[in-house]
């Protein structure tokens, strides 16, 4: 079972979008790249960004979306006109591969960010921009594992303060197969959609919190 972040006919809007963002912020307004991946990374216009509403993801310009994350954030910039380049720079490209992991992974940019600052998005494009984005994806999957060993289920759960006990009595869903969820003897995203759904409610969450991270 898997499940994109929204509707694959906007990816590439919000690939666009996201990748002019990050080059006006970056270039244009001399913010430094983490800063402005921090300021996104907290803003509701990410947020936004991540459901796929249409406003964010295919109703403005990249400068227009870099303005509002930083007046969200309270982030000084100075006044400068629009300006989006047809030769893309690393900084584009950074922004144009976090759209599209976040599509594909289904995870929220803190989330990502916190695992692989912009920066660092921003140094992997002489590396990856000319291959095949697969390959930028099983990089992102590697750097994600690395940062959030445990399951989300497990983490969901013990952020709730439930044990698997509890967790299985509320949800119905039997205690040995949260166990194996959490030690990833079991696929959570193979699950059925009931069993996620019971998970859920129990912890308050969407189903696609609990799923993990899928490569291609």
């Not at 402005?36 to 406003?55: L, Y």
């Not at 109703?59 to 309270?74: P, Y």
């Amino acid at each position: 079972m898997e499940i994109r972040a929204y509707d694959e006919s906007y990816v590439q809007s919000a690939q666009n979008i996201l990748g002019h963002a990050v080059d006006f912020a970056v270039m244009t307004l001399e913010i430094s790249p983490n800063v402005f991946g921090n300021a996104f990374s907290v803003s509701n216009a990410s947020k936004q960004f991540a459901i796929g509403n249409p406003r964010y993801v295919a109703g403005m310009n990249g400068c227009e979306l870099a303005r509002l994350v930083l007046e969200e954030a309270g982030v000084p910039f100075p006044e400068a006109e629009d300006a989006m380049y047809l030769d893309k720079s690393p900084e584009y490209w950074s922004g144009w591969a976090l759209a599209y992991y976040q599509w594909f992974s289904n995870r929220s940019f803190m989330e990502i960010l916190k695992a692989v600052p912009l920066n660092q998005m921003i140094r992997m494009y002489s590396v990856y921009h000319e291959m095949d984005i697969s390959h930028m994806v099983e990089k992102m999957d590697e750097a994600l594992k690395a940062s959030f060993p445990f399951t989300r289920l497990r983490t969901r759960r013990e952020n709730c303060g439930l044990s698997q006990s509890q967790l299985a009595a509320d949800s119905g869903v039997a205690v040995r197969q949260i166990q194996l969820f959490e030690q990833k003897q079991r696929d959570i995203n193979k699950t059925a959609a009931a069993t996620l759904l019971r998970l859920s409610r129990s912890l308050h969450c969407q189903m696609e919190d609990l799923m993990e991270v899928s490569s291609i």
